[in-house]
T-cell receptor
Framework: EPEVTQTPSHQVTQMGQEVILRCVPI?????FYWYRQILGQKVEFLVS????????KSEIFDDQFSVERPDGSNFTLKIRSTKLEDSAMYFC???????????FGPGTRLLVL | AQKVTQAQTEISVVEKEDVTLDCVYE???????LFWYKQPPSGELVFLIR??????QNEISGRYSWNFQKSTSSFNFTITASQVVDSAVYFC???????????????FGSGTRLQVQP
């Protein structure tokens, strides 16, 4: 069964460093998403991406964040200058159409020291 | 604005008991989708079910069943004869379907941690 994959599974970084989280969505899906979950809290939407542009973003997704689809398979989330409060599990998701079910990857646990 | 409330933060049951997880939602859209996801201790989010707002028929899948009541804006999830493997955090989520104003991003509830004791 096709699935969303994410790398790395864990990342530890120093405050102020840039990180890039990578995702490979399900191959025939057209909509891509990033969510985050601070430890013990609810899952929060960051951004959605379709047709090579951002279609929706939350107030969390400020100028420190960017997304890119550098090739036909990868979808990346970049945090330019990490802060302690960026420590969280970051989930990538994809869906075939806008109204279809979003399937989630296993997540990348980011720890900012 | 849309909102999902899961008032039960934690439930503990003994194996073989039935358990119901509550979910109440708010949305201004007349067309929307409701979801349940399971997050086991390993951390991934596993899709369980999706319902659209026009389909109020209850659904059963093995030991899982869902009760959608539009009149009370609720979408409750029942596990029958619970098992230890059901121990997880369960999230209810909502997305709106209006093409112009609907927010397609999932809005999650805060989750209910279910602990099934052997």
């Amino acid at each position: 069964e096709p699935e969303v994959t994410q790398t790395p599974s864990h990342q530890v970084t120093q405050m102020g460093q840039e990180v890039i989280l990578r995702c490979v969505p399900i191959s025939n899906h057209l909509y891509f998403y990033w969510y985050r979950q601070i430890l013990g809290q609810k899952v929060e939407f960051l951004v959605s991406f379709y047709n090579n542009e951002i279609s929706e973003k939350s107030e969390i997704f400020d100028d420190q964040f960017s997304v890119e689809r550098p090739d036909g398979s990868n979808f990346t989330l970049k945090i330019r200058s990490t802060k302690l409060e960026d420590s969280a599990m970051y989930f990538c998701a994809s869906s075939w159409q806008r109204q279809e079910t979003q399937y989630f990857g296993p997540g990348t646990r980011l720890l900012v020291l | 604005a849309q909102k999902v409330t899961q008032a039960q933060t934690e439930i503990s049951v003994v194996e073989k008991e039935d358990v119901t997880l509550d979910c109440v939602y708010e949305t201004r859209d007349t067309t929307y989708y409701l979801f349940w996801y399971k997050q086991p201790p390993s951390g991934e989010l596993v899709f369980l079910i999706r319902r659209n707002s026009f389909d109020e028929q209850n659904e059963i899948s093995g030991r899982y069943s869902w009760n959608f009541q539009k009149s009370t804006s609720s979408f409750n999830f029942t596990i029958t004869a619970s098992q230890v493997v059901d121990s997880a955090v369960y999230f209810c989520a909502l997305s709106e379907a209006d093409m112009d104003t609907g927010r397609r991003a999932l809005t999650f509830g805060s989750g209910t941690r279910l602990q099934v004791q052997p």
